[in-house]
């Protein structure tokens, strides 16, 4: 089996909107392996796993919008990354009001 094709920000166009037990969040802080701090939308901060999925297509920096599912039996204190919004849909969510302008 060959390697799997790393994607360019500009091909991927589609965009995931939240579902039901789903928070947006900005990541605060990189932990290292594939873990993050992210400050989510419920003022409550949590430690985020990034997907194996999404750790081979997109990378996540300080200060990304995403998309974090909490865990069921910890879900104050951590979550999956689901998804990581590019500059475009983040200007797309504040527009038609799924994200707060201050956030």
């Given at each position: ?5 790393v ?49 081979r ?47």
């Amino acid at each position: 089996m060959g390697k799997r094709k790393v994607l360019n920000e500009s091909q991927l166009k589609e965009i995931q909107l939240l579902e039901e037990g789903e928070l947006l969040g900005r990541v605060t802080n990189l932990l290292g392996s594939d873990q993050v701090l992210v400050k989510c939308t419920d003022d409550i901060t949590r430690r985020g796993r990034i997907r194996g999925k999404l750790k081979r297509k997109i990378w996540i920096r300080d200060n990304d919008i995403v998309i974090i599912a909490p865990w069921d039996f910890k879900p104050t204190e951590r979550g999956d990354i689901i998804w990581r919004f590019i500059l475009g849909q983040v200007e797309w969510l504040r527009n038609n009001g799924h994200l707060q302008k201050d956030f």
